[in-house]
């Protein structure tokens, strides 16, 4: 069956960085559009970003600047490097698939990974 399974998460000084992965196995072709979503407790899950094939990228303004979404399409595989961590990014970070960019960005992907912690330290 289609997985998507995150690697990555870790706890980190602020300032520091971080690199995500997800990478989808049990398909044959790859999704249009990969991202990833946040949430903390008592909190909705937000955007953070998404990228297409075409490696078109979408990301949340709390990020620009600081994060980098990129993909290995022949690996299936989206990553996110996450430098200048705050502790506000403390979250668990889930990764998005869907041949829609709309789906995934609005949080209505297919396919959803397991979710990986990000603490960040201050």
């Known amino acids: 069956q289609v997985q998507l399974v995150e690697s990555g998460g870790g706890l980190v000084q602020a300032g520091g960085s971080l690199r995500l992965s997800c990478a989808a196995s049990?398909?044959?072709?790859?999704?249009?559009?990969m991202g990833w979503h946040r949430q903390v407790p008592g909190k909705q899950r937000e955007l953070v970003a998404v990228?297409?094939?075409?490696?078109?990228?979408n990301y949340a303004d709390s990020v620009k600047g600081r994060f980098i979404i990129s993909r290995d399409n022949a690996k299936n595989t989206v990553y996110l490097q996450m430098n200048s961590l705050k502790p506000e990014d403390t979250a668990v970070y889930y990764c998005?698939?869907?041949?829609?960019?709309?789906?995934?960005?609005?949080?209505?992907?297919?396919?959803w990974g397991q979710g990986t912690q990000v603490t960040v330290s201050s």
């Open positions: 990228i297409t094939t075409d490696r078109s990228t």
């Open positions: 049990g398909i044959i072709f790859r999704f249009n559009a």
């Open positions: 998005a698939a869907d041949p829609s960019p709309t789906a995934v960005i609005t949080g209505r992907g297919s396919y």
